[in-house]
């Protein structure tokens, strides 16, 4: 019954141990690796095998905490497997350091380069002197015999405390009686407090606390204090050193140390194994597999892998420096749809000694693993569906309708006041009515036709051609504010993209996306879909979010690439790229493969053989170098006849009605009368005229051929020509006449 007590009490312990080790060790980003129990009635043969197992890991540095009687026979084992040489650390507790002292000359030089923490206890004259009278009476004791005398521990000094401690507690409840005598003794022992063997003697929760540990070495037939630690200065390499309290974890503050295999060089903790296959771990994915693709043999079950990720992986393990064997290990299967690649890194260094596969090089995960340099691109983009403005009518969305009805009214109106400022020009000049009526409609259509007939001289007052050059300037500025603005409206207006509350987002299933989102970019977790594959992308963003889709799509460029490469028409990239450290592969922290691998990957990624890798698993003509935004403007630049329907429509049905209007005697019929119409409230003169020659008041023909052709050449002769029309008089005949007259001079 006592022994299952004491043995219960123990795994109590242990566990407690454990649990505090690991919370510890949580704190400061350290990683268990491997635990290895050892139970104290193993053979020598099953310890030197975990040894064994042990000097084929990556691992370098191992704490041992076990009792004296394990414990030195493990470092003595230690020593015949190998694993006491160069570039191994060996830390060891109180449970074992305490009883250096009673070891053996062949255990101790088994340690040489070990590294211990146990209690601290400062010499002083009463512990000299106390040691010096328990010598004499071990001497005494042990006149008879030839065993060694061993000095006392700190355990034994504490116990030496603890009783005097209980007899001063006894010596304060005098005079004693048998009543309530435990807790008046708890209490009395609880409260003392007096300068002991180990110091200042004071209980904490009725246990005994150290005041500071001492770090040590051991080296040769001794131990060297290479430093202490004290809960308010940390570690510090000397108890009596002055000056300001500051609180230091740092290895520097300790004294230089000597490690296993006479090495002063601190081990990086980490090795490339010797022996034994490298563990690679890579992720079973439903999608993107052009990146990793688990294979698993049916028959030997053993995992085999592709895809571009593996293929940088074997081409880095050719330019190793080193020969490397490795096995592939699978994470997640078909089965498991919650799985995310920070769980799998997780398995380092215990499941894997490195990750291979689409891993992306994130400063979370960087807290405990290393990554190598990337090989791919890094940077996540958004895409969203390519919705040009298809619209027949874009070419009216420049401007408003009212700017629009703005530029017809002033149109007429500028017809208007050209037409009664010119009428005065008209009223003296000596032309025909037919001359007169054309000369007014091209006046009144003068503010368009200046735009496509600018050397056309088609105003002779000076007022009006002021008003006119006016309105030139008006034209062209509503011109290039119009021409500016349908750019606009064609190009710039395409990248803009803002979200709704009614979009929905999405973004790939198990990467760091998600939490990429919600932290950094402050999406609601509400928004966010996940998906697998392009394929699962093009489908959603088909529904849209209405429908149960998205309306865009948050990933990594790599596989952005791919997804509009395969649908590039419909979709395009908007926004900024925000920085990733893109594609990488994970090492357990420290790891010394870190650096050979990333060497290694530079030369792949700048060698020859880079552009065959991407174009074997993207396929034909797929390139890293290619710039994506520059593919993406071009499908963005191109106009097609649709978007000008309109205009077209529009020009065709005015050429159509002028065909109409000027072939056929319906047209021509309903053009006269339309014109007599409009015309009558501008030339009532010219209608006077025209009621004159129905009443059968004149037997001569208004104008003819050669009328017309007089008439252009008195407008060309200048001021004297003027001046004659002006003399000539009102009447008809007169000014007809005088403008022969001057013709036949």
Same mark, same amino acid.
């Given at each position: ?7 219960? @009490? ?17 704190? /400061? ?35 041992? %905490? ?34 250096l ?9 088994? &340690? ?8 601290y ?11 010096? @009278? ?5 001497? *005494? ?35 004693l ?39 040590f ?51 990086k ?22 990146f990793?693709? =688990? ?13 571009f ?16 064997? %490795?096995?592939?290990? %699978? ?7 919650? $799985? ?15 990750? /291979? ?34 619209? &027949?009518?874009?070419? =009216?969305?420049?401007?408003? $309708?009212?700017?629009?009805?703005a530029?017809?009214?002033? +149109? ?21 009515? =037919? ?38 300037? *008006? ?18 207006d !395409? ?11 999405? +973004? ?32 959603? &963003? ?6 149960g ?11 952005m ?8 028409? !419909?979709?395009? *990239? ?29 030369d ?5 053989? &880079? ?71 501008f %030339? ?17 023909? /208004?104008?003819?051929?050669d ?12 001021m004297? *020509?003027?001046?004659? =029309? ?18 036949q001079?």
């Amino acid at each position: 019954m006592a022994r299952n007590r004491r043995s219960l @009490r123990r795994n109590k312990l242990r566990n407690q141990f454990i649990s505090h080790l690991n919370k510890a060790f949580q704190e /400061v980003n350290i990683g268990l690796a491997y635990m290895v129990p050892i139970q104290t009635s193993a053979e020598d043969s099953d310890i030197s095998k975990e040894l064994n197992k042990l000097s084929r890991k990556q691992t370098r540095v191992f704490l041992v %905490h076990t009792n004296p009687s394990l414990g030195f026979r493990l470092f003595t084992l230690a020593k015949s497997a190998g694993v006491m040489s160069e570039e191994y650390a060996w830390i060891v507790t109180n449970s074992l350091s305490i009883f250096l002292n009673s070891i053996d000359s062949a255990v101790r030089d088994s &340690m040489e380069g070990v590294v211990g923490v146990r209690p601290y206890v400062s010499n002083s004259k009463a512990l000299e002197s106390f040691k010096e @009278r328990l010598r004499r009476n071990m001497t *005494m004791s042990n006149a008879t015999t030839t065993s060694p005398i061993t000095e006392l521990n700190v355990y034994g000094l504490w116990a030496y405390d603890a009783v005097t401690a209980l007899a001063i507690a006894l010596e304060k409840m005098a005079p004693l009686n048998s009543t309530s005598l435990g807790p008046r003794l708890l209490n009395k022992l609880l409260t003392t407090k007096f300068q002991g063997l180990t110091g200042d003697f004071k209980l904490f929760n009725g246990k005994m606390k150290p005041l500071a540990f001492e770090i040590f070495n051991v080296i040769g037939t001794g131990e060297k204090t290479v430093g202490f630690w004290t809960p308010e200065r940390g570690i510090t390499r000397d108890l009596s050193s002055t000056g300001e309290k500051t609180y230091a974890t740092s290895a520097k503050e300790l004294k230089t140390i000597t490690w296993p295999g006479d090495s002063v060089t601190r081990p990086k903790g980490w090795a490339i194994p010797t022996t034994g296959d490298l563990r690679v771990g890579v992720p079973w994915k439903h999608g993107f597999t052009e990146f990793a693709k =688990v294979i698993i043999n049916e028959t030997t079950r053993r995992t085999d892998a592709t895809g571009f990720s593996i293929d940088v992986f074997l081409a880095a393990l050719e330019v190793l420096p080193f020969p490397t064997k %490795h096995h592939f290990f %699978h994470y997640n299967d078909t089965r498991n749809t919650n $799985w995310s690649y920070d769980d799998m890194l997780r398995g380092i260094p215990e499941d894997y000694d490195m990750v /291979v596969g689409d891993v992306t090089v994130w400063a979370p995960r960087a807290a405990h693993v290393d990554f190598s340099l990337p090989y791919s691109e890094s940077g996540v983009i958004l895409v969203v569906k390519n919705k040009k403005p298809f619209d &027949m009518w874009i070419f =009216v969305k420049p401007l408003r $309708w009212d700017l629009w009805l703005a530029i017809v009214v002033a +149109c007429i109106l500028m017809g208007v006041v050209l037409c009664i400022l010119e009428n005065r020009v008209a009223s003296k000049d000596a032309g025909s009515i =037919v001359e007169n009526k054309e000369r007014r409609r091209a006046i009144y259509w003068s503010p368009v036709t200046v735009l496509a007939f600018p050397e056309k001289n088609t105003v002779s007052n000076n007022w009006s051609f002021f008003v006119l050059v006016l309105w030139l300037f *008006m034209a062209f500025i509503l011109m290039q504010s119009y021409t500016a603005n349908l750019s606009a409206i064609l190009t710039v207006d !395409q990248l803009k993209f803002a979200f709704s509350d009614s979009y929905y987002v999405g +973004c790939q299933d198990g990467s760091f996306m998600k939490e990429f989102l919600i932290n950094q970019l402050h999406i609601s977790p509400s928004r966010l879909r996940s998906y697998n594959s392009s394929e699962e992308y093009h489908k959603a &963003m088909s529904k849209g979010s209405k429908n149960g889709g998205i309306d865009a799509i948050f990933d990594e460029i790599p596989y952005m690439k791919l997804f509009l490469n395969k649908y590039d028409p !419909q979709y395009k *990239m908007a926004g900024p790229t925000y920085r990733t450290g893109g594609f990488g592969f994970a090492f357990p922290v420290g790891s010394p493969l870190v650096a050979h691998f990333s060497k290694a990957i530079l030369d792949v990624t700048q060698g020859p053989n &880079m552009t065959a890798i991407e174009q074997k698993n993207f396929g034909p003509g797929y390139s890293s170098q290619d710039p994506l935004s520059s593919r993406i403007s071009q499908q963005t630049s191109s106009l097609t006849f649709y978007e000008f329907a309109g205009l077209f429509l529009i020009i065709g049905s005015v050429t159509l009605f002028s065909l109409f209007c000027s072939e056929t005697a319906i047209g021509r019929k309903l053009t006269d009368k339309t014109s007599n119409f409009i015309h009558i409230p501008f %030339h009532f003169k010219s209608s006077r005229v025209m009621s004159m020659e129905v009443d059968g008041d004149t037997d001569e023909p /208004v104008a003819n051929d050669d009328d017309d052709d007089v008439s252009d050449v008195s407008v060309r002769d200048g001021m004297d *020509m003027t001046t004659r =029309v002006i003399e000539a008089g009102p009447e008809n005949g007169e000014i007809i006449d005088n403008v022969t007259d001057n013709t036949q001079q």
